[in-house]
């Protein structure tokens, strides 16, 4: 294939696109509907409930550490095959579960291997879809991150149904045929090759280099604290309500409130991320500020309807750093070394993921409540978007969008021998 | 229906005067006697309140304390000092039924009690919908009730509309029933015999009541036909994908990687005059 100087910012792109939109959807969307799974598998197995929980955890814990390994493969081979593995992967982990005689046997085939196949999938199409796009980049990851939301609306009551009609072998069968569209989206993945590629190398040479490259892992400890604190309301706001003598069904449906507050979110940021010139780093630090102040604000607020305010606010401001987010990286360390770059970023954050919650869980038993937990969480978001601040050209007031940042390509002179053969990634 | 209270009054007048006649043991005259008003039969629901009385009579040893139990269970709130005792239910229902009985306790004399049933028909109220499970595993659907006196069981299975009762010949039936409770299992489910509307029937001497059970039994092979069915889309989807995208570039062949191919943008800057500066000197 002839080399591309631009992305091309369209065409093929919008496909990618949609391929991205169905990939987050049955990744994440099917991760967080497993819980409806949940309660079958306790009664199933006679297992405590903390044992079941670790089949989930195996699996968003694979995913996250393994996106290196997706991420070196499809430096190596293109996106389109690493993608389609992944997806067998993952449906051939669902189909062994249906047989499955002990828990163990889904902490290995949920957890391990359909885990390792969604680390395949997601950060090869993110960042393929970077790829593809320069002046839209974060309008269309916003777009193609809302599948994440819309799926979880559908998928928690189709499970349901699945699992009343089916039983939970049956249901996990149909689960596994489901997982085993993202090898169709796996085949959307038209590989493209452009002009930046053929000089940064292979995956070994890539990681080094990103490895020493000082903005990129400014913004990995960025990202890190951001992941931090990010998750909390999503996972204490219910509890947090109930203390706070709600009754369960209204506090669920705030949640819902701000489910559909977040796509909204990532729709308008990304939009905005494309039309305000500058470096999109500002924006990231815009929305992280904006959420750490909403979080720290949660404690404060008893009034219902100044909950319901913050919570719509918190799920459109949340929802709008997730495109960003994903669109600085490029901006970086350019499009040649986005497979590599987006996968060490994801390993390194999921750490703050992990961390986050049992930490605010922890601040709750000590204290009491779940202010110290929100606070806490407010300032791991601050404190991510204050290291966003040290980013370059960070107060510019116009900057190159999709071009690589000159640091790099001079570190690319420098440091990286430039490969002889085997040019161009197909 | 309880009968109005003036012809019973002047039967059990009738009664006691005639007993009284009747020569009996020297201590029979030193029994206390209650009287009580009949038993109550309760039919429709809404029902009128009812009142059931006790009045001790012809005693002379000293009382300390009575009340009223239902089943055997003291009533809370009815303990007084009186020989005339009132229990007054308000707004009757099935649950409301039973043996009530009104205790007298004396100084130094054994307690006595009478009688009095308050009766009415069956109320089902428990029971599953409707009960899937997989074929080999066990069912069980269960039905409770309120109501005195205590029912008679019978389950049905309707057979083309018409409930039939069920006929253990497979064996594999297993019927439970005590007072206001019963229980049907079925073990090792076939799918060829067993679903269908499971029809419970609780019958007393008032009256009686059914609600239905609807068991569903799951074929292993179910879900395998969706399965195959979302196997081919996919196959199709992946090969429209890929046929297409050959046959619109059919001149790409992906090991060409031509340097000096043509560059599919005019747009010229230094970054790209790097690439391919060093592009140029491999």
Same mark, same amino acid.
């Given at each position: 294939m002839a080399l591309r100087a631009e992305p091309p910012d369209g065409g093929w792109g919008w496909m990618v696109v949609l391929s991205a939109f169905f990939q987050s959807a049955l990744v994440f969307g099917v991760l967080r509907s497993f819980g409806v799974f949940f309660v079958e598998f306790v009664a199933a197995f006679e297992e405590p409930a903390a044992r079941v929980s670790w089949i989930a955890s195996i699996g968003i814990a694979v995913q996250q550490f393994g996106s290196p390994v997706g991420s070196a493969l499809s430096t190596e081979f293109g996106p389109r095959p690493v993608v389609m593995a992944g997806g067998i992967l993952a449906a051939l982990g669902m189909l062994l579960a249906a047989f499955a005689t002990s828990l163990t046997h889904l902490y290995l085939s949920i957890g391990l291997l359909s885990g390792s196949g969604w680390a395949l999938t997601f950060t090869p199409t993110l960042a393929c879809l970077s790829r593809y796009f320069s002046r839209r980049r974060s309008l269309a990851t916003g777009l193609a991150l809302t599948g994440v939301g819309l799926s979880s609306f559908a998928f928690a009551p189709l499970f349901q149904w699945l699992l009343s009609q089916y039983a939970w072998r049956g249901a996990l069968l149909l689960v596994s045929a489901l997982s085993l569209h993202l090898v169709a989206c796996g085949a959307l993945l038209r590989p493209l090759s452009l002009a930046e590629d053929p000089v940064v190398g292979g995956p070994g040479a890539q990681l080094a280099n990103l490895l020493h490259h000082g903005p990129f892992l400014r913004y990995t400890v960025a990202l890190t604290l951001i992941n931090t604190g990010y998750f909390i309301p999503y996972v204490h706001l219910v509890a947090h309500l109930r203390d706070l003598d709600w009754d369960p069904l209204p506090a669920a449906f705030l949640l819902s409130v701000a489910a559909i507050s977040d796509p909204v979110g990532r729709v308008a940021s990304g939009w905005l991320g494309d039309a305000v010139p500058g470096p999109v780093a500002r924006l990231l630090m815009l929305w992280t500020t904006l959420t750490g102040v909403i979080l720290a604000l949660y404690p404060g607020a008893q009034a219902p309807t100044a909950l319901v305010a913050l919570t719509v606010a918190y799920g459109f401001t949340s929802g709008a750093l997730t495109p960003v987010a994903f669109s600085v990286l490029p901006e970086l360390v350019g499009?040649?070394?986005?497979?590599?770059?987006?996968?060490?970023?994801?390993? %390194? +954050?999921?750490?703050?993921?992990?961390? /986050?919650?049992?930490?605010? /869980?922890?601040?709750?038993?000590?204290? /009491?409540?779940?202010? @110290?937990?929100?606070?806490?969480?407010?300032?791991?978001?601050?404190?991510?978007?204050?290291?966003?601040?040290?980013?370059?050209?960070?107060?510019?007031?116009?900057?190159?969008?999709?071009?690589?940042?000159?640091? %790099?390509? +001079? @570190?690319?002179?420098?440091? %990286?021998?430039?490969?002889? +053969? /085997?040019?161009? +990634?197909? | 229906m309880s009968g109005s209270s003036l012809p019973s009054a002047l039967a059990l007048s009738l009664l006691l005067v005639s007993g009284s006649l009747l020569p009996g043991p020297g201590a029979a005259q030193n029994e206390p006697r209650i009287v009580t008003s009949e038993e109550v039969i309760i039919r429709e629901s809404p029902a009128p309140s009812v009142t059931l009385q006790c009045n001790l009579t012809s005693n002379s040893h000293t009382l300390t304390y009575s009340y009223w139990t239902k089943n055997g269970v003291e009533l809370t709130a009815t303990r007084k000092n009186a020989s005339n005792m009132e229990y007054r239910i308000n707004k009757p229902r099935a649950e409301d039924s039973g043996e009530y009985h009104c205790v007298y306790h004396f100084l130094s004399a054994p307690k006595a009690n009478a009688t009095i049933e308050v009766k009415a028909a069956p109320d089902i109220t428990g029971h599953k919908r409707s009960e899937n499970k997989n074929e080999g595993q066990d069912a069980m659907m269960y039905c409770k009730s309120v109501g005195y006196p205590y029912p008679e069981w019978i389950w049905r299975k309707k057979e083309n509309g018409m409930p039939m009762e069920i006929v253990n010949t497979s064996g594999r039936f297993i019927i439970i029933n005590r007072e206001n409770y019963t229980e049907l299992s079925i073990t090792n489910l076939q799918i060829t015999e067993d679903p269908g509307e499971y029809e419970c029937n609780a019958t007393n001497s008032i009256g009686s009541a059914s609600v239905v059970t609807i068991l569903r039994v799951r074929s292993h092979l179910a879900p395998l036909w969706p399965f195959l069915g979302i196997l081919a889309e996919i196959i199709i989807l992946v090969v429209i994908i890929v046929v297409y995208e050959k046959r619109k570039r059919p001149d790409e062949v992906p090991d060409d990687d031509e340097p000096a191919g043509p560059m599919k943008t005019n747009s010229t800057n230094n970054h790209k005059d790097k690439n391919l500066r060093q592009r140029n000197t491999n």
């Open positions: 499009t040649g070394k986005i497979y590599c770059g987006l996968g060490l970023v994801q390993m %390194v +954050e999921s750490i703050g993921g992990l961390l /986050g919650a049992p930490l605010s /869980g922890y601040l709750r038993d000590v204290t /009491g409540t779940y202010t @110290a937990s929100f606070v806490v969480a407010g300032a791991f978001l601050l404190a991510g978007s204050g290291v966003l601040i040290t980013l370059p050209h960070f107060f510019c007031l116009s900057a190159p969008t999709s071009k690589p940042q000159d640091p %790099v390509t +001079e @570190a690319l002179d420098t440091k %990286v021998p430039l490969p002889r +053969e /085997g040019l161009g +990634e197909d | -």
